[in-house]
């Protein structure tokens, strides 16, 4: 049995909003798998555990560079908020962004080797990052990028510096930028529901199966006639078609105007979006949690030994 710390149930509630107690709970019947507690919390609580989830965790920049069909997006990493209003560590970011959109560098290590110069630092990215580390005081990290090219146009959207779309497209400008704004506020995972992953699709049906399962039991455990398999069957399949109705951007109700889907809005225009890239800064990444409790407790032991 996994131990269940105070830390491990406190970064468990910040991603799910849940009762601290549920929290402890989902852990330990994880035996301390958080992904697995996430999905327990989601059966129990429903949508009320799920709406933290997309909380960031990490700090930085997303930077977008484009002209026409080509361009480049890149997330660029570091320790704190006010580093990330660093006008340094703008400039670099923006020179990065620029450098993938020119070069088309295969991953972070080819990046890090194309030439560059800022203030005092280079001549290559990988002096300017360190440089800059020196400098700033925080590690400095290149995370992802990708770059644009081809017969597509590019609608690009930045929500400050923490979220980064990327439309490629063909017709209308403005319906495409509009489309770039919605993926920002609505998150979709796809264009379409036959391209959701798999695996997100088993999760949710695994949950809905779960959730019917429970209240099966609760109806039994009240007297009351539990639902024939067949029941159960379509409400998960429900659940699961809600599901992929929600995450998928042709299905989304267009946040311009929802009585209609982003693809009755795009047939209406004859515009084709053929893709989407969307980062938000620190997704996937955990933040270290300090436990301030156990960090208390050994400064006070500390002191009473010297």
Same mark, same amino acid.
Do not use: W
């Given at each position: 049995? !996994? =131990?269940?710390?105070?830390?491990?149930v406190?970064?468990?509630?910040?991603k799910?909003?849940?009762?601290?107690?549920?929290?402890?709970?989902?852990?330990? &019947? %994880?035996?301390?798998?958080?992904?697995?507690? &996430?999905?327990?919390?989601?059966?129990?609580?429903?949508?009320?555990?799920?709406?933290?989830?997309?909380?960031?965790?990490?700090e930085?920049?997303?930077a977008?560079?484009?002209? /026409?069909?080509?361009?480049a997006?890149?997330?660029?990493?570091? &320790?704190?908020?006010?580093?990330? *209003?660093?006008?340094?560590?703008? %400039?670099?970011?923006?020179?990065?962004?620029?450098l993938?959109a020119?070069?088309?560098?295969?991953? $972070?290590?080819? =990046?890090?080797?194309?030439?560059?110069?800022?203030?005092? @630092?280079?001549?290559?990215?990988?002096d300017v990052?360190?440089?800059?580390?020196?400098k700033?005081?925080?590690?400095?990290?290149?995370?992802?990028f990708?770059?644009?090219?081809?017969?597509?146009?590019?609608?690009?959207? =930045?929500?400050?510096?923490?979220?980064?779309?990327?439309? &490629?497209?063909?017709?209308?400008d403005?319906?495409?930028?509009?489309?770039?704004m919605h $993926?920002?506020?609505m *998150?979709?995972?796809? +264009?379409?529901?036959?391209?959701?992953?798999?695996? =997100?699709?088993?999760?949710?049906?695994?949950?809905?199966?779960?959730?019917a !399962?429970?209240?099966?039991?609760?109806a039994?455990?009240?007297?009351?006639?539990?639902?024939?398999?067949?029941?159960?069957?379509?409400?998960?399949e429900?659940? $699961?078609?809600?599901? +992929? *109705?929600?995450?998928?951007? @042709?299905?989304?109700? @267009?946040?311009?105007?929802?009585?209609?889907?982003?693809?009755?809005?795009?047939?209406?225009?004859?515009?084709?979006?053929a893709? @989407?890239?969307?980062?938000?800064?620190?997704? /996937?990444?955990? *933040?270290? $949690?300090?436990?301030f409790?156990?960090?208390?407790?050994?400064?006070?032991?500390?002191?009473?030994?010297?």
């Amino acid at each position: 049995m !996994a =131990l269940i710390t105070a830390s491990m149930v406190g970064e468990l509630r910040a991603k799910t909003d849940a009762p601290m107690m549920e929290c402890k709970k989902a852990l330990t &019947e %994880a035996d301390g798998d958080m992904a697995r507690a &996430e999905e327990i919390l989601r059966v129990k609580l429903g949508n009320k555990a799920g709406k933290a989830a997309s909380r960031i965790t990490a700090e930085g920049v997303i930077a977008i560079a484009a002209n /026409g069909t080509a361009g480049a997006m890149i997330e660029v990493n570091c &320790e704190t908020d006010f580093v990330s *209003k660093n006008d340094s560590f703008l %400039a670099f970011t923006k020179h990065l962004a620029d450098l993938v959109a020119t070069h088309k560098p295969a991953d $972070v290590a080819a =990046l890090s080797g194309l030439p560059l110069a800022q203030e005092s @630092f280079g001549p290559t990215v990988e002096d300017v990052r360190k440089g800059l580390i020196g400098k700033i005081g925080e590690n400095v990290a290149i995370r992802r990028f990708k770059h644009f090219s081809g017969d597509h146009k590019l609608a690009t959207y =930045l929500h400050g510096v923490r979220i980064g779309v990327v439309v &490629e497209y063909t017709g209308d400008d403005v319906a495409a930028k509009d489309v770039a704004m919605h $993926v920002a506020a609505m *998150k979709p995972v796809s +264009l379409s529901q036959a391209q959701v992953p798999a695996e =997100l699709v088993e999760k949710e049906r695994r949950i809905a199966a779960e959730k019917a !399962a429970e209240d099966s039991a609760a109806a039994l455990a009240a007297g009351k006639p539990a639902q024939s398999p067949e029941i159960v069957a379509k409400r998960v399949e429900g659940s $699961v078609q809600k599901y +992929l *109705k929600e995450v998928s951007l @042709f299905n989304q109700p @267009f946040v311009k105007n929802d009585k209609q889907t982003v693809e009755q809005m795009l047939k209406a225009i004859n515009t084709q979006v053929a893709g @989407f890239t969307m980062y938000v800064v620190g997704e /996937g990444i955990e *933040k270290k $949690v300090d436990d301030f409790a156990a960090e208390v407790a050994a400064q006070v032991a500390a002191a009473k030994t010297a």
